[in-house]
């Protein structure tokens, strides 16, 4: 709206433009307060108006007769009707699911299944091999350096 008009006057043209629409069947979501702004460029020879945002909901019909109105005033520097698609609601995607263990599978699993106190001992004796097949590695490196500066020195 023009800055030639009052709040008060931006506030009442508001309150025409919502009995329009509700004349038209139309109903009002929200309806913000007409605020003063400086424009970031001249419209029709203005650097000031109000600003105001309609939230409604019409008939597709009705949309038309509407911009009419707010093309035909003259206070109203400019408008912009933003029409939003109804949402459609989508099927739920299928997702894969694993397969359920029969009861038997689960017998299985349970009487495999070690003891927390045996799982640990079973890995301390792993590391423990391990380490002495290491160590025996050495030892068979050391012997055979030792055979071969043997061989090599004779």
Do not use: C, W
Request: charged share 40%; hydrophobic share 35%.
């Amino acid at each position: 709206m023009t800055s030639e008009i009052s709040s008060e006057e931006s506030e009442a043209k508001v309150k025409e433009i919502e009995s329009f629409i509700q004349s038209k069947e139309g109903v009002i979501l929200t309806s913000d307060k007409p605020v003063a702004k400086t424009l970031a460029y001249p419209i029709k020879k203005q650097g000031s108006g109000f600003f105001s945002t309609l939230t409604i909901q019409i008939e597709e019909e009705k949309v038309a007769e509407l911009n009419e109105k707010l093309v035909k005033d003259s206070k109203i520097l400019r408008h912009f009707i933003v029409v939003k698609e109804a949402v459609r609601e989508r099927k739920e995607r299928r997702t894969r699911t694993k397969p359920a263990f029969t009861v038997e599978a689960e017998k299985v699993v349970a009487e495999t299944k070690l003891e927390p106190t045996e799982e640990k001992a079973s890995k301390k004796e792993e590391k423990q091999s391990v380490k002495s097949a290491a160590s025996k590695e050495k030892a068979d490196l050391t012997d055979i350096e030792k055979k071969l500066d043997e061989i090599l020195s004779d």
